[in-house]
Structures are given as structure tokens and as C-alpha cells.
């Protein structure tokens, strides 16, 4: 599957030179994004995400400035880039093995559509030992997608062969015996609340093409969305029909089609993020993005199915995509159970949270999507 590929740039403040607002120095910063994010002051606020989708939905040209506030409160713009040509030297990944050509060549791009970015409280810290301190703050931030001028597949001239391959990952997944201890999990669960809609979030293109054979385990990922909205609401635990929706900008046009067919909705970042609410599921396997520190600052979804919550975070040397934070681990601490969630090729190391009935779940909800402020 062809990797998203972004474009980052510093951002701008209207009127002001950098030297105007960078913190002095990294320990300056450090200090400063400590004392935030102790103090509870989002890194991910549902406002913000919400200005971003209302920009990205109205037209948009080369030049335009979208305007994003920093974790100081302050206000920060990105220019926008679309249509606009890049070239450079790159690896060429192995599509079956994910590792890079010791030689490189020259790819030539278009920047497409902008993309909310979003930093993490570790890669926000450690961005600032390489000299990045203009912005020090941009815990969430403004990309340009680039598009490889050099492909030229339509991945629709595959998409009867896409849709066999979902449907048979599909068969294969009703019968597994790892969605009968799913169900046997979930049949122990009480909700606070009714399902009324199911996220998925980053799991993976998986229609074919000529040169990527399609991912059966990215189409698991998908068919467990609907055996998963079946069973909840043929359990009542939902109400009666229920969108699906799922988010990953790496999706191709056949992925749209075939998904389209089973009615999951594909949604652009940040939709899905601003879709979840206390009454709906998350589904997220591996992202690369850090989407367990964004919904902990935006919502509080009755069930998160995501990688296992470890109780520290790992050796910083480890640097991965999806990192649990303090505040993550607060939130699941106090607000949700764990139930198990089986050993299965087709999914990294995964638990099913859910949130607790009774006592301190109303502030628990409130605290997530009501306040900017974390508590
Ligand atoms: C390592 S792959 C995991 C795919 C699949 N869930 C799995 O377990 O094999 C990470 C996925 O995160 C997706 N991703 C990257 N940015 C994203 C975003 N902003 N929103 C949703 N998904 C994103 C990538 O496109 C990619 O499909």
C-alpha cells in the first residue's frame, strides 16, 4: 500500500518574525509544555478540530492561510499549498516488506489537500532537541499531502478483485473462533448508553493493485466494524441502525467503493475524530498517527477497542507513533474496564475498554467533551 506522504512547514504568526514568539531556549519550552500539560490544557482540542474540518470543507487555493491555536493559547497559520510541485529523493519501499532500496531516486509530487497533524506530548518534547522551537507549541498542526506524480494506477481497474478479496476476508472472519470470544466478551459487558455509531480509525487501505497484492488483514479490521455493529444491535445495545464510519487517508478510490457497498462511510481526518462521542465505539489497530492522545483530550467513547494501555510509557529510544501518555492512562485508569481481546494475526496486541457504569463516569464525560480543559 503507498504510504501517506506529508509536507510540513513552519507555521507563521501574522505580523511577527520568529524570533518574536519562539521560546529562548528547549529548556524554556520543555518547561512551559510541562507546566500545560500538567496543569490540563489540551493538546487536541475538540474546538480546534472543529475549525480545522469547517476550513478543509470550503474551497481552498495555494496561498491561503489556516489558522490553528497553539498549546500557549496563541494563535498559528500554515499556508496552504495545493496544486503546488515538489521533487525528491526517495527510497523505494518493498510493498510485501516494508523495507527501503539502498539506492534512492527522484519523485517528483503535487501537493494535495491540507491534513491536521498531530504531535504527541513525547515527539512535542523531543522536537525541540532538533532545533524546531518556533513551534514548540503546534501540538496540533497544519500538513500538505503530497501525491507521487509518477503513479498513474486507478485502483478501480482491480475492484471486482478488491471486493472478493473483502468478501472473503469477510467469510473468514464471521467464522474465526477469535469473533466468537469477542462476542462471549462483549455478551459480559453493560453499557452506560446505547451504541449510536461505530468509528474505525487507521485501519489501512486494503483494495488491489498492480503493484500491492491488497492486505486481507486491513479488511479483517473492516469486517469486524460490521459483525461488531450486527451483534450490538442485535444484542440492544444499539439503537436500531447505526452508521459505520472510518478514517484513513491512505484509503484508494477502490477501497471507497467496496467499503461504500457495506455502507461504512469513509470520513476525512478530522471527521472521525469529531464524530466520537459518549456514545459511540472506537475501533484502532496500530495507527501511525497519535489517536489514543487525541480522543483522550475530545471525548470519551463508551467503548475504545485499541492497542492494550501499558502502565509506563517505553524506553524513549523507542520512538513509535501511537504513544499511551499520562493522561491516557489516567483516563482509562478511572474511567474504563478492560475486558480481553484475543490473540489474532490480524491485529496487534488489543484490549476492549469500556466505560464505567455509576459513579464518576457523568464527570469523566463532561471533563472530555464539554471543557477545554482536561482535569
Ligand atoms: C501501520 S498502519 C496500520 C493499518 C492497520 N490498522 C493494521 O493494523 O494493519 C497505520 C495506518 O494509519 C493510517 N493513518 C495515517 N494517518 C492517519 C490519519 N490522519 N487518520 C487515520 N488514519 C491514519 C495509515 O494510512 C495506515 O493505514
Same mark, same amino acid.
Not at 159 to 165: F, G, I, V
Given at each position: 500500500m503507498a504510504p501517506v506522504s506529508l509536507f510540513l512547514e513552519w507555521?507563521? +504568526?501574522?505580523?511577527?518574525?520568529?524570533e518574536d514568539w519562539a521560546p529562548k531556549n528547549t529548556a524554556e519550552a520543555t518547561a512551559n509544555i510541562d507546566k500545560w500539560y500538567d496543569?490540563? !490544557?489540551?493538546?487536541?482540542? +475538540?474546538?480546534? $478540530?472543529?475549525?480545522?474540518q469547517d476550513r478543509l470543507q470550503g474551497p481552498l487555493k495555494a496561498g491561503d492561510m489556516i489558522k490553528v491555536k497553539g498549546m500557549d493559547g496563541e494563535v498559528y497559520q500554515y499556508k496552504v499549498k495545493v496544486g503546488e510541485k515538489r521533487s525528491s529523493y526517495c527510497m523505494d519501499? #518493498?510493498? &510485501?516488506?516494508? =523495507?527501503?532500496?539502498?539506492?534512492e531516486q527522484?519523485? *517528483? %509530487? !503535487?501537493m494535495g489537500l491540507p491534513i491536521p497533524k498531530y504531535t504527541p506530548i513525547q515527539h512535542l518534547k523531543d522536537? $525541540?532537541?532538533h532545533g524546531s522551537l518556533e513551534s514548540a507549541y503546534c501540538s496540533l498542526s497544519i500538513a500538505n499531502r503530497m501525491h507521487c506524480l509518477d503513479q498513474h494506477e486507478n485502483s478501480l481497474d482491480r /475492484? &471486482? #478483485?478488491?471486493? &472478493?478479496?473483502f468478501n472473503s476476508s469477510k467469510r473468514a472472519w464471521e467464522q474465526s473462533d477469535s469473533w466468537k470470544q469477542i462476542q462471549t466478551t462483549l455478551s459480559t459487558v453493560r453499557l452506560p448508553t446505547k451504541i449510536r455509531k461505530i468509528v474505525g480509525m487507521a485501519c489501512g487501505p486494503f483494495a488491489i493493485q498492480s503493484a500491492y497484492p491488497g492486505v486481507p488483514r486491513s479488511a479483517v479490521q473492516h469486517a469486524f466494524l460490521l459483525t461488531l455493529k450486527k451483534y450490538l444491535m442485535e444484542n440492544d445495545m444499539a439503537c436500531d441502525e447505526i452508521p459505520c464510519y472510518a478514517q484513513d487517508p491512505a484509503y484508494t478510490e477502490a477501497d *471507497? +467503493? !467496496?467499503?461504500?457497498?457495506? =455502507?461504512?462511510?469513509?470520513? =476525512? #481526518?478530522p471527521r472521525g475524530f469529531l464524530e466520537l462521542d459518549h456514545d459511540s465505539v472506537l475501533f484502532c489497530c496500530a495507527p501511525n498517527i497519535a489517536v489514543k492522545q487525541v480522543v483522550t483530550d475530545i471525548a470519551r467513547p463508551a467503548i475504545l477497542i485499541w492497542c492494550k494501555v501499558e502502565d509506563a510509557d517505553p524506553d524513549p529510544e523507542y520512538r513509535y507513533t501511537d504513544p499511551d501518555s499520562s493522561r491516557v492512562r489516567k483516563m482509562i485508569n478511572e474511567g474504563y474496564d478492560e475486558f480481553p481481546f484475543p490473540d489474532d494475526d490480524n491485529f496487534t496486541c488489543m484490549r476492549? %475498554? !469500556?466505560? +464505567?457504569?455509576? /459513579?464518576?463516569? &457523568?464527570?469523566v464525560l463532561n471533563n472530555g467533551e464539554d471543557s477545554g480543559v482536561i482535569t
Open positions: 507555521p507563521s +504568526r501574522p505580523g511577527q518574525n520568529p496543569a490540563g !490544557v489540551p493538546l487536541f482540542s +475538540r474546538e480546534s $478540530l472543529q475549525e480545522i519501499i #518493498d510493498p &510485501e516488506t516494508g =523495507d527501503g532500496s539502498e539506492t527522484l519523485v *517528483h %509530487y !503535487v522536537n $525541540l532537541t /475492484l &471486482e #478483485d478488491s471486493l &472478493e478479496l *471507497h +467503493r !467496496v467499503l461504500g457497498t457495506y =455502507d461504512i462511510e469513509v470520513v =476525512d #481526518d476492549i %475498554y !469500556v466505560i +464505567r457504569r455509576g /459513579l464518576g463516569t &457523568e464527570e
